[in-house]
């Protein structure tokens, strides 16, 4: 049987400071406005609030060329392509990405956002602290916005996972008409990510939302890990 999934979003979380408790705020905030988290919820949490409050903010001069340059070549283990303004590189992660992640977006003048050290941590914080102020189980995925090769245009995807699968792999399943799956290894974490995205916008100032409905087998431990591609097994490194 098909399964119906529910996308919501949380309004009203507060703008984020350094040393702020995202569960509490996300968990007073969906109290608030009468959606609160159940068990089996999964939250995905944006980076940008992740990053303030996590301290990851670092002053920049947004007209200042050559140092945004410095910042992105510091924040990166190898540069891959640079054209003008624009470099893809590699963070520390293994993520590969525009200008190492970082963002002056959604964030004071004067300052630029860095990806958090360690996501999945971020994200297994997000889901402790859930389960403390809300009383609930629910799986976090921390997302950010990443180009795609061969894609035009953005799209969400996870850089930070805990308590579901990054990728559900059905090699050796069947499909509709019988024939076994040799290749399909489902990014779950990057599709709910997402979906996620469509009802919390880039310009709207909704941080967080919740997707009900998920199969309960993907809820495991998980981190990013899985999503990263191998050098070796990558055409474009």
Do not use: Y
Not at 51 to 73: F, M, N
Not at 210 to 229: H, M, N, S
């Amino acid at each position: 049987m098909a399964r119906a999934l529910t996308i919501i979003p949380i309004d009203g979380v507060a703008e984020i400071g350094t040393g702020d408790v995202l569960a509490e705020l996300i968990v007073a905030a969906g109290r608030d406005q009468g959606t609160p988290c159940v068990d089996g919820d999964c939250l995905v949490v944006t980076q940008k609030i992740v990053s303030k409050a996590e301290g990851r903010l670092v002053e920049l001069d947004p007209d200042d060329t050559d140092a945004r340059r410095r910042l992105v070549e510091s924040e990166s283990t190898r540069v891959l392509r640079r054209r003008g303004e624009l470099l893809i590189s590699e963070t520390r992660h293994g993520f590969v990405c525009a200008n190492a992640g970082v963002d002056l977006s959604n964030v004071t003048a004067g300052f630029a956002a860095l990806l958090p050290v360690d996501p999945d941590r971020s994200a297994r914080r997000i889901r402790d602290g859930i389960r403390a102020h809300g009383g609930v189980e629910v799986a976090v995925i921390v997302s950010d916005t990443f180009g795609r090769a061969w894609r035009i245009g953005l799209a969400d995807v996870a850089i930070g996972v805990a308590g579901i699968a990054g990728v559900v792999d059905l090699r050796g399943e069947v499909d509709a008409l019988g024939r076994e799956l040799q290749v399909s290894e489902i990014a779950v974490a990057d599709e709910i990510a997402s979906a996620a995205e469509l009802v919390m916008g880039k310009a709207d100032g909704i941080p967080v939302a919740i997707v009900r409905g998920l199969d309960p087998a993907w809820f495991r431990d998980g981190t990013t890990r899985e999503l990263v591609r191998h050098p070796s097994e990558d055409l474009f490194r």
